[in-house]
């Protein structure tokens, strides 16, 4: 039986910021402004999203002399799908005290 | 962020250790926490963001790791926690000793007074009831019940064990409510039993917390 769909809170904003510009590769600092989450809720996600195949990221160019490249992320067409059905509410939330794992 | 600064250094020790701290297979997330770091605006955000990715790095690290199937760490918690059930029967003992010498516990009392001036106690031995000395029976039985869990590897160890300690923990403070318990005792024999009960009910958290994040590879 495929367990229903569901995300966290932190996720829900974290889809609907990502999806606002869905080609744009984003950087996390950016996100993190965005979305008002901190970085230690933040990358958790972004890694959760990214090893179920929602998020893609590359490593971007260097913004200014001295300055590391920047990693960089944005939905894939599944993440997309799935920040849409979060948007429309059709993402259950997740039972209270209960997490399960997210199925697109 | 500016070099040099001792916070700016703190934050990139932090960062450092989120790093260190994330399993391999995050080395890009690491990497990207610390180029991220060099982006932020002041000192006092990438310290805040510093302290984040550490709480992340943690995090993931207590994600990787199952830890009661790692044996070493079963077999001491299962001694710790034999300790514990040892440790509580014996003052069962003492209890009973005192207040039902038909019982014939009086061999354990010396047993477990070994040394001890138990005279002070005997106002506590007192006032203290067959329900409290039932409830303490019952968390040490617990705690064997979890023994035998941990090393049949049952999925329900940690649950039982956050509960029992929890219920330990309860006791106890109800028990520090009791005048005549707390002048029943050095302030040392207190801050024992704080070290022992807190620090038993915080393995228990870890356990359950590990336990539980495990089964939930969430979003």
């Known amino acids: ?104 | 962020m500016k070099s040099g600064s001792p916070r700016g250094s703190i934050a990139r020790a932090l960062v450092d250790l989120a790093a260190w701290s994330l399993p391999t297979h995050r080395a890009d997330w690491a990497a990207a926490m610390r180029a991220e770091l060099e982006y932020a605006e002041d000192r006092r955000s990438a310290f805040v963001w510093a302290l984040g990715c550490l709480r992340s790095g943690l995090n993931e690290r207590l994600l990787a790791w199952s830890l009661l199937d790692i044996r070493a760490i079963r077999w001491m918690l299962a001694l710790w926690l034999g300790y514990r059930a040892e440790d509580i029967l014996c003052d069962v003992a003492l209890v009973l000793s005192y207040k039902a010498p038909q019982l014939g516990l009086t061999a354990l009392l010396t047993h477990c007074a070994q040394g001890e001036d138990y005279q002070r106690i005997i106002p506590f031995l007192d006032v203290t009831t067959y329900w409290t000395i039932g409830a303490w029976m019952l968390v040490s039985g617990l705690y064997l019940l979890v023994v035998a869990l941990l090393l049949r590897r049952a999925a329900h160890a940690a649950n039982l064990l956050i509960l029992t300690a929890a219920l330990n923990v309860a006791l106890w403070l109800r028990e520090l409510g009791e005048p005549l318990y707390v002048s029943a005792f050095s302030p040392n024999d207190h801050l024992w039993d704080a070290l022992m009960y807190v620090g038993t009910a915080f393995l228990g958290w870890i356990c359950w917390t590990n336990a539980r994040r495990r089964a939930c590879t969430t979003l």
Do not use: C, I
């Not at chain 1, 966290?8 to 510009?21: D, G, I, N």
């Not at chain 1, 996100?31 to 933040?42: A, D, H, I, N, V």
């Not at chain 1, 849409?84 to 209270?96: E, I, K, T, V």
């Open chain 1, 1 to 104: 039986m495929t367990r229903p769909a569901n995300a966290s809170r932190q996720t829900r904003k974290l889809l609907t910021v990502l999806a606002a510009k869905p080609r744009a590769w984003r950087h996390g600092y950016e996100l993190s402004k965005e979305t008002g989450l901190t970085s230690g809720t933040l990358y958790p996600s972004l890694m959760r999203l990214s090893d179920q195949g929602f998020l893609e990221s590359k490593w971007g160019e260097s913004e200014g002399t001295g300055r590391p490249p920047r990693h960089l992320y944005r939905l894939t067409n599944q993440g997309l799908a799935l920040a849409h059905r979060s948007d429309s509410g059709s993402l259950p939330a997740p039972l209270p005290g209960k997490r399960r794992e997210l199925k697109a």
